[in-house]
Each structure stands twice: as structure tokens, then as C-alpha cells.
């Protein structure tokens, strides 16, 4: 069974970083587009940012600049630098992979103190 693992998240000062990562496990393919969605306590999930399997990438305007998504083909694995953090990006991370469906992960909690 195909699983996606993610980690890196925690808790970190308004204007500090965190890298995500996220792996999949089991899996005898390559994902399509891979991707970060996050949701905060009382919101609905938002997309922050893709990436397709030829590198192109797309981002939440409220991350542009800040946030830079990246992936390792070879390992199955898609990464999540994020910078200049704020309160405001405080939620759960859940890394999400396309191939012929949707698959996501467990969630990693993200959050930053003012």
C-alpha cells in the first residue's frame, strides 16, 4: 500500500524556517504532480504550492517568495522550504501525490509563535 510520509514540521519563531519533507513508501511508480496543502484550525485545506514531474512549480500568493518546493524524482519525494515564516501559516502540512487519483499524507503540524 502506497503510503506518503511526511516530517519537519514544528514550532518556530515568526520569521525563522522549516523544511518539510515528504516521501512515499510502497509505491512502484512515479507520482505526477506533487504537492503541499495546509489547513489551519476552522479554514478549509488551501493549496500552498505544486510541482509537476518536470519541475514546474506553482504557489499560494500568500507564500510566493518565501516558500520554495523542490522533489527527488528518483526518490519519490517532494520538499517544502519555507522562510520568513508568520504566525498566520500556522497549520497542519499534508504533502499530497497525483497518479491516477489523489494520495496524501498523515499531516505535519507547522507552527509559529509571534
Known amino acids: 500500500q502506497v503510503q506518503l510520509v511526511e516530517s519537519g514540521g514544528g514550532l518556530v519563531q515568526a520569521g525563522g524556517s522549516l523544511r518539510l519533507s515528504c516521501a512515499a513508501s510502497?509505491?512502484?511508480?512515479?507520482?505526477?504532480?506533487m504537492g503541499w496543502y495546509r489547513q489551519a484550525p476552522g479554514k478549509q485545506r488551501e493549496l500552498v504550492a505544486t510541482i509537476r514531474n518536470g519541475g514546474a512549480t506553482d504557489y499560494a500568493d500568500s507564500v510566493k517568495g518565501r516558500f520554495t518546493i523542490s522533489r527527488d524524482n528518483d526518490k519519490n519525494a517532494v520538499y517544502l522550504q519555507m522562510g520568513s515564516l508568520k504566525p498566520e501559516d500556522t497549520a497542519v502540512y499534508y504533502c499530497h501525490g497525483k497518479y491516477f487519483g489523489n494520495y496524501w499524507g498523515q499531516g505535519t503540524q507547522v507552527t509559529v509563535s509571534s
Open positions: 510502497g509505491s512502484t511508480f512515479s507520482f505526477g504532480t
